[in-house]
T-cell receptor
Framework: RKEVEQDPGPFNVPEGATVAFNCTYS??????FFWYRQDCRKEPKLLMS???SGNEDGRFTAQLNRASQYISLLIRDSKLSDSATYLC??????????????FGKGTLLTVNP | EAQVTQNPRYLITVTGKKLTVTCSQN?????MSWYRQDPGLGLRQIYY???????DKGDVPEGYKVSRKEKRNFPLILESPSPNQTSLYFC?????????????FGPGTRLTVT
């Protein structure tokens, strides 16, 4: 299994739709999980961290399932401005350090009017 | 304004001509890192540094060098660039003290090696 794997998409959804992305990771010792957003040809920016108990930020909900080693991102009531590539990020340093992050290849989302 | 800056933003060079891409952050972050991003391969870490004079290899360090003589600067050096180093490069920094470890990225440097 690849270290961090995402469905590359693309996902094309209408405005107002709910869309979910999943990401699997291979290292059971991973401790830190994040979702980043990257607009075309721009730098990645943190969307949200993912906590063990799950967390929500407005229309965005992140979940972590350690037993199955996957994280998810749910976007409700999607907006045109949500169109971007969503990157799953996991710390994968087997030495236990939280300093080395591995990025998934990203899932491209296009929200259509 | 808190930021990570990279220079140059765009560079076209020839095989074998040494180059340096600079990275600077003004947030007093201990951790800095370099990534390259290629179509179909995503972001891959080249080198990272946990503090001054402390650097370590990432996933794809071959053909690159780094140095961390000052906390704010983390230059990426290509001693003898080759066409397979044509890529989009990002520098990032973060504060090791934060549990979330949010990484702040620079705007990117698009490098073409002919």
């Amino acid at each position: 299994r690849k270290e961090v794997e995402q469905d590359p998409g693309p996902f094309n959804v209408p405005e107002g739709a709910t869309v979910a992305f999943n990401c699997t990771y291979s290292n059971s010792a991973s401790q830190s999980f994040f979702w980043y957003r990257q607009d075309c040809r721009k730098e990645p920016k943190l969307l949200m961290s993912v906590y063990s108990s799950g967390n929500e930020d407005g229309r965005f909900t992140a979940q972590l399932n350690r037993a199955s080693q996957y994280i998810s991102l749910l976007i409700r009531d999607s907006k045109l401005s949500d169109s971007a590539t969503y990157l799953c990020v996991v710390n994968t340093d087997s030495g236990g350090s939280n300093y080395k992050l591995t990025f998934g290849k990203g899932t491209l989302l296009t929200v259509n009017p | 304004e808190a930021q990570v800056t990279q220079n140059p933003r765009y560079l076209i060079t020839v095989t074998g001509k040494k180059l340096t891409v600079t990275c600077s952050q003004n947030m007093n972050h201990e951790y800095m890192s370099w990534y390259r991003q290629d179509p179909g391969l995503g972001l891959r870490q080249i080198y990272y540094s946990m503090n001054v004079e402390v650097t370590d290899k990432g996933d794809v360090p071959e053909g690159y060098k780094v140095s961390r003589k000052e906390k704010r600067n983390f230059p990426l050096i290509l001693e003898s660039p080759s066409p397979n180093q044509t890529s989009l490069y990002f520098c990032a920094s973060s504060n090791l003290g934060l549990a979330e470890r949010e990484q702040y990225f620079g705007p990117g440097t698009r490098l073409t090696v002919t």
